[in-house]
């Protein structure tokens, strides 16, 4: 691999992270907005 | 989920500062690509201070009305603001050593960064030390008013009154990044928002997450 | 409200020459800790750390004395006055109250101070003005958060850590404005805007005080 192209590993990388972190994220969101439903429920 | 499109956002805007932010082509400075460090450590501090303004917004609310619930978001946005600002810190640190050979130097935007944390450092000392929670709420909106104060006199007169500091921006200019390239605000902008609607998402989970908390506490007791 | 605040002045200084409490452990704090310096400088101090040790001196002890400002009186009598008048009456009288007391500290730290460690000072005006103003910006700011320490469990710890990150933008601008004084005897340009600055900062805290205080005051 060219020097030059070795900066897009680190985005690849970063990417990676960003996108891992934004699904945990939604997931976290959609839980609570879960229990919120079940508290305005009963 | 409510509210999805500012979460979206954040993540699009993050997203878009990853991929520009170290592909674009940056002026030719002495400290070469790290300079790209600024579309992320200037973020954590702007969340910070959104997240600090909501928090003096919480506290004005609740000292105007008496709602509770208003307590709850100025007490964990200062949570969410101090976790902002202390990577806000260690992030400025690491760039610090490589860039001027020391973690701290005396400058007086770093000093007036450290002290603004402590300031919330300290609301959260006086929280713990009061256990009734309606005067507990009422002492610590009082203190978060004047903390807000503080950090805005901290971040943003002082610097600008001093004139010889290393971090970007003494003098004349804005303290945060002083005169910025062109072609970086096309990412840095971007950027700065995408960090903001962060933090202001992660305050939102937080404050759901802590009104359930009270709710199954309260429903227990009964 | 002049008058309130007049009446509750006067109640306040009238109990302090009764029993000079407050005084007397602040003289006795100020002298022994000059006495220190003076003995861990043995004699051979530069004008810079005169100037440092004058302010931190000074620091400690208004925090001891506005910690004391609000314990005066048990929790009974405190009731019975204040429900006689407003609250802003009695954040002003405070502030007044502790403007002076912190004034006479000022005075009496400074007065040690040239009696161990000598005189360094150029310029008196500008050196007089940061006292002045200093102890008005440490008196605004520390009786403010003296209200808010007393609502809790009133140590002087929380004191301290409620106060010191406070008090930080007055601290160092007078350090700088009493430095240069040390120097020289002229208004530099700088002097007049940190002395714009400390003056603006005194407003807003006591502005903020004024509006805040009756919210802590609600019992």
């Given at each position: 691999?060219?020097?030059?192209?070795?900066?897009?590993?680190?985005v690849a990388v970063l990417s990676v992270i960003l996108i891992g972190l934004a699904i945990y994220m939604f997931s976290l969101d959609r839980k609570i907005s879960k229990i919120e439903k079940r508290i305005k429920d009963n | 989920m409510k509210n999805y499109w500012y979460k979206i956002l954040s993540i699009v805007l993050l997203l878009y500062a990853i991929l520009a932010g170290f592909t674009i082509q940056i002026p030719d400075t002495n400290i070469g690509d790290t300079l790209r460090n600024v579309f992320f450590h200037v973020g954590m501090w702007f969340a910070m201070l959104a997240v600090m303004t909501a928090s003096f917004t919480s506290s004005i609310k609740f000292l105007s009305s008496g709602k509770m619930e208003h307590d709850l978001k100025a007490n964990e946005a200062v949570n969410v603001g101090v976790y902002f600002g202390i990577l806000g810190i260690i992030t400025g640190m690491l760039w610090a050593t490589?860039?001027?050979?020391?973690?701290?130097?005396?400058?007086?935007?770093?000093?007036?960064?450290?002290?603004?944390?402590?300031?919330?450092?300290?609301?959260?000392?006086?929280?713990?030390?009061?256990?009734?929670?309606?005067?507990?709420?009422?002492?610590?909106?009082?203190?978060?008013?004047?903390?807000?104060?503080?950090?805005?006199?901290?971040?943003?007169?002082?610097?600008?009154?001093?004139?010889?500091?290393?971090?970007?921006?003494?003098?004349?200019?804005?303290?945060?990044?002083?005169?910025?390239?062109?072609?970086?605000?096309?990412?840095?902008?971007?950027?700065?928002?995408?960090?903001?609607?962060?933090?202001?998402?992660?305050?939102?989970?937080?404050?759901?997450?802590?009104?359930?908390?009270?709710?199954?506490?309260?429903?227990?007791?009964? | 409200?002049?008058?309130?605040?007049?009446?509750?002045?006067?109640?306040?200084?009238?109990?302090?020459?009764?029993?000079?409490?407050?005084?007397?452990?602040?003289?006795?704090?100020?002298?022994?800790?000059?006495?220190?310096?003076?003995?861990?400088?043995?004699?051979?101090?530069?004008?810079?750390?005169?100037?440092?040790?004058?302010?931190?001196?000074?620091?400690?002890?208004?925090?001891?004395?506005?910690?004391?400002?609000?314990?005066?009186?048990?929790?009974?009598?405190?009731?019975?006055?204040?429900?006689?008048?407003?609250?802003?009456?009695?954040?002003?009288?405070?502030?007044?109250?502790?403007?002076?007391?912190?004034?006479?500290?000022?005075?009496?730290?400074?007065?040690?101070?040239?009696?161990?460690?000598?005189?360094?000072?150029?310029?008196?005006?500008?050196?007089?003005?940061?006292?002045?103003?200093?102890?008005?910006?440490?008196?605004?700011?520390?009786?403010?958060?003296?209200?808010?320490?007393?609502?809790?469990?009133?140590?002087?710890?929380?004191?301290?850590?409620?106060?010191?990150?406070?008090?930080?933008?007055?601290?160092?601008?007078?350090?700088?404005?009493?430095?240069?004084?040390?120097?020289?005897?002229?208004?530099?340009?700088?002097?007049?805007?940190?002395?714009?600055?400390?003056?603006?900062?005194?407003?807003?805290?006591?502005?903020?005080?004024?509006?805040?205080?009756?919210?802590?005051?609600?019992?």
């Open positions: 691999m060219e020097d030059q192209y070795k900066i897009y590993v680190v | 490589f860039t001027w050979g020391e973690p701290w130097a005396n400058d007086p935007h770093l000093n007036g960064a450290a002290v603004s944390l402590l300031v919330y450092f300290a609301y959260l000392v006086l929280r713990s030390a009061v256990p009734d929670d309606e005067k507990r709420a009422r002492i610590s909106a009082v203190y978060n008013i004047f903390a807000f104060v503080i950090l805005l006199v901290f971040v943003g007169v002082l610097p600008r009154l001093s004139v010889d500091t290393l971090h970007p921006g003494s003098g004349d200019g804005n303290p945060a990044f002083g005169d910025m390239d062109a072609t970086m605000r096309y990412v840095f902008y971007p950027a700065l928002i995408g960090w903001i609607m962060l933090s202001l998402w992660v305050l939102n989970l937080k404050v759901r997450y802590k009104r359930i908390e009270n709710f199954i506490e309260e429903k227990e007791l009964d | 409200m002049w008058n309130e605040i007049k009446a509750l002045l006067y109640k306040d200084i009238q109990m302090e020459l009764r029993q000079k409490y407050a005084i007397n452990s602040i003289v006795l704090y100020v002298f022994s800790t000059v006495f220190i310096t003076y003995l861990s400088f043995q004699g051979d101090i530069d004008s810079h750390s005169w100037n440092v040790m004058f302010w931190i001196i000074l620091l400690f002890a208004s925090v001891n004395a506005a910690s004391k400002s609000f314990v005066q009186e048990r929790p009974a009598r405190h009731f019975y006055y204040y429900s006689l008048s407003a609250p802003q009456s009695v954040i002003l009288s405070k502030i007044i109250y502790n403007s002076i007391m912190m004034f006479l500290v000022v005075l009496i730290t400074f007065v040690v101070f040239q009696l161990f460690l000598g005189n360094m000072i150029e310029g008196s005006l500008l050196f007089f003005a940061s006292l002045v103003l200093g102890s008005l910006g440490f008196a605004s700011t520390l009786t403010m958060v003296a209200a808010i320490a007393s609502r809790s469990d009133n140590n002087f710890a929380l004191m301290a850590i409620l106060s010191f990150p406070l008090m930080l933008p007055f601290l160092l601008a007078l350090m700088k404005l009493s430095g240069i004084a040390l120097e020289t005897s002229d208004f530099t340009m700088e002097a007049y805007k940190l002395l714009g600055m400390v003056f603006g900062l005194n407003l807003i805290v006591i502005m903020l005080s004024y509006i805040l205080f009756p919210y802590l005051w609600k019992e």
